[in-house]
């Protein structure tokens, strides 16, 4: 996990998580069509 101590970086690196949150599910839906 990230931390950070400039402001302007937190935004990106929330934008990250939430991506990769987002990818975490799309990946679990292909692995119940198996």
Known sequence: ???STV???EAV???YI???E?????????NLWR
């Open 7 to 9: 402001g302007r970086d």
């Open 18 to 20: 939430r991506h990769q």
């Open 13 to 15: 690196i929330r934008e």
């Open 1 to 3: 996990y990230f931390v």
């Open 22 to 30: 987002q990818e975490d599910q799309r990946l679990e839906q292909l």
